[in-house]
């Protein structure tokens, strides 16, 4: 029963994905990498949420707040400020300019070098860390949850291999053949399920735990683990409260308005309207997100009495544990499609990006635009064979693979976020400034935090660099500026009028994150 659900709901995501796809033009950029520009608020909102909620998010924050509570939802409840500024600052900026690459918004402000030394550590930072922490994620889930290494008779090592793969190349179909739209359709359906499937989780946890009543489950475990649930970190946590806002600022803002595989849902938008929409209805989803990616691992904690080997199995055990037989079949989907989803949005910006910033400026300056969107799939399936062949490496990694992916991903998102910060808001700083800027933040961070190995959080390191990239930037154009003021042209791809809603929308949503922190604190 629980394949035929499993393989019922999969096919059915499939088919919706292809139907609505069918008469996109994708032998062109736009139809091919923004889904012809023509994405609404909810799909964006649908497709920004599941990009992001994959597993390496449910099955690694779970992980941490199984170990140390509560302070790990800054990663979610942070998100929904970001995304408020995203809305009014950087998406009008994008649009304006009609962009499909942040790279290609640098370009315009910096120059071609920053250009491609950005779009290289988009490259590096997807194939050396988002991609096969996606996969490992996934398959560790789906492995541990539905015991297939028990299933096909072998060990839990070997079983990593052969899932590892499967998700692989499924994920690249989609994301190679089917372009930006199918990704983002696919995803807006994934997104429901996963909220509902992941929502059913903590429910039948603390049902488990109250002997049926999920109100009684909620106060024993809020009785027997007060600790857990107090959200303000202190310095031995994994995200020190004074880390807020340090570098899990930075963290944020970087990953909601300047990471490319997530913001290019919303450089698909058919107006600002729509882009605004869809990013602040993600934003008052997230703040609900720690019932997902937080309470379980509390659950566990109390289930399993805090004792588990590895952190990171804290939430397939509880599903394994709490979930009833009818159900495991949808759950295995959506959690599939959730992985499928953060795997193939990443291998979908990476062709992005290959095929217009590397491919049309470096490779094949003639290049139609059949050849560019070839060019790029052909990326694509290199890039997925390398991803596959790193992800099971990742087994057992220390600290576990939510934080293994926050420190590694620190080295690109300070300095990108950086450059964007100042490119949209001074129009003197020059490229050189920006350039020299960025080896400066990518080098330091990785000394500091590989062969120093201070005794601060990351957090607070991104945070330190963050500022001296920022001065560097401001100094180097001291000396050498730029020749003249940076001016803005508007390209008139899509109409760039503001959401009517909008303030008191970012203003709701705001105030929520502030009250959150208030009550559990």
Not at 49 to 65: C, P, R
Not at 148 to 153: D, K, Q
Not at 293 to 299: A, E, H, S, Y
Not at 373 to 391: E, P
């Amino acid at each position: 029963m629980g394949i035929i659900s499993f393989a019922g709901f999969t096919l059915l995501v499939a088919f919706i994905a292809w139907w609505s796809t069918r008469k996109t033009d994708e032998t062109s950029s736009d139809g091919y990498f923004l889904g012809g520009r023509s994405l609404t608020g909810p799909v964006i909102a649908g497709s920004l949420l599941l990009t992001n909620l994959s597993t390496e998010q449910i099955v690694g924050m779970n992980g941490v707040s199984f170990r140390d509570g509560a302070p790990i939802m800054a990663y979610e409840v942070l998100a929904a400020i970001a995304m408020v500024f995203t809305a009014f600052v950087l998406l009008p900026k994008y649009l304006k300019s009609g962009i499909a690459t942040i790279p290609q918004f640098l370009e315009n402000r910096y120059g071609k070098t920053t250009k491609t030394i950005v779009s290289l550590l988009f490259l590096l930072g997807y194939a050396i860390s988002m991609l096969p922490t996606v996969l490992y994620s996934g398959a560790l889930a789906l492995n541990t949850m539905f015991g297939i290494p028990e299933m096909i008779g072998m060990g839990p090592e070997a079983t990593l291999w052969v899932t590892v793969i499967s998700i692989g190349v499924i994920g690249s179909i989609y994301a190679i053949f089917g372009g930006l739209k199918a990704v983002a359709v696919s995803d807006s359906i994934n997104a429901v399920g996963l909220i509902v499937g992941g929502s059913l989780i903590p429910i039948f946890g603390l049902m488990y735990i109250g002997d049926g009543n999920v109100f009684t489950g909620l106060t024993t475990l809020t009785t027997a683990l007060p600790e857990k649930f107090d959200i303000i970190g202190g310095p031995e946590s994994d995200v020190p409260f004074m880390t807020l806002f340090t570098g899990m600022i930075i963290v944020n803002f970087y990953y909601w308005g300047t990471n490319q595989a997530i913001i290019q849902r919303a450089l698909g938008a058919k107006n600002l309207k729509e882009g605004q929409k869809g990013l602040l209805l993600a934003a008052f989803v997230k703040i609900l997100g720690p019932i997902i990616v937080v309470l379980p691992g509390i659950i566990a904690y109390y289930i399993f009495n805090g004792d588990l080997a590895n952190a990171d199995e804290a939430y397939p055990m509880l599903v394994k544990k709490v979930l009833p037989a009818a159900y495991i079949g949808f759950f295995a989907a959506v959690l599939f499609g959730a992985i499928l989803s953060s795997f193939n949005s990443a291998l979908n910006s990476s062709v992005t990006l290959f095929g217009l910033d590397f491919y049309k400026e470096y490779i094949n300056k003639d290049a139609t635009e059949l050849q560019v969107v070839k060019a790029g799939k052909t990326f694509g399936i290199i890039l997925a064979l390398f991803s596959i062949g790193i992800a099971p490496l990742l087994y057992g990694v220390e600290g576990g693979i939510f934080t293994y992916l926050q420190q590694l991903n620190g080295t690109h998102s300070v300095p990108i976020l950086a450059i964007v910060v100042i490119g949209v808001f001074s129009k003197r700083v020059s490229g050189k400034a920006a350039n020299i800027a960025i080896l400066f933040s990518v080098v330091t961070y990785l000394i500091t935090l590989y062969v120093i190995k201070p005794d601060i959080s990351f957090l607070h390191l991104m945070g330190i660099l963050f500022v001296l990239t920022i001065i560097i930037m401001y100094v180097v154009s001291h000396f050498y500026p730029r020749e003249t003021d940076y001016v803005q042209t508007y390209t008139k791809q899509v109409d760039i009028v503001n959401w009517k809603y909008l303030k008191p929308v970012g203003f709701v949503v705001v105030a929520m994150v502030i009250g959150l922190y208030i009550a559990m604190s």
